[in-house]
């Protein structure tokens, strides 16, 4: 049971690119999802999240720009970045609160290993 985040890439400013947090294995079901990001020489911030039954919540300087959704049928989590701007650039990493993967089998508080969005002319 991992997650693959992946989408990321260079884009100029003003462009838009959409990330995707997939769970593989045998999943019953998937948690809250969240994204982070970790500028080159920054903490890694939280940025938008998204439980199970969809409601979403966004870190206030994306909150107009970004969209977070999920597929529970696909086991993946978008995030659909828009107007996007230098001071987004980051790696971006998904986690999930809690993955089960059996009858009464959970994996708590995983990680995506990360994609890289850069946005510059």
């Known amino acids: 049971v991992q997650l693959q985040a992946y989408g990321g890439g260079l884009v100029q400013p003003g462009g838009s690119l959409r990330l995707s947090c997939a769970a593989s294995?045998?999943?019953?079901?998937?948690?809250?999802v969240g994204w982070y990001r970790q500028a080159p020489g920054e903490l890694r911030e939280w940025v938008a999240s998204?439980?199970?039954?969809?409601?979403?919540n966004y870190l206030d300087p994306v909150k107009e720009r970004f969209t977070i959704s999920r597929d529970n049928a696909k086991n993946t989590v978008y995030l659909q970045m828009n107007s996007l701007t230098p001071e987004d650039t980051a790696v971006y990493y998904c986690?999930?609160?809690?993955?089960?993967?059996?009858?009464?089998?959970?994996?708590?508080?995983?990680w995506g290993q990360g994609t890289l969005v850069t946005v510059s002319s």
């Open positions: 294995g045998s999943i019953f079901s998937v948690g809250v």
């Open positions: 986690n999930a609160d809690r993955i089960q993967y059996g009858y009464d089998t959970y994996r708590y508080d995983v």
């Open positions: 998204i439980t199970g039954s969809g409601n979403t």
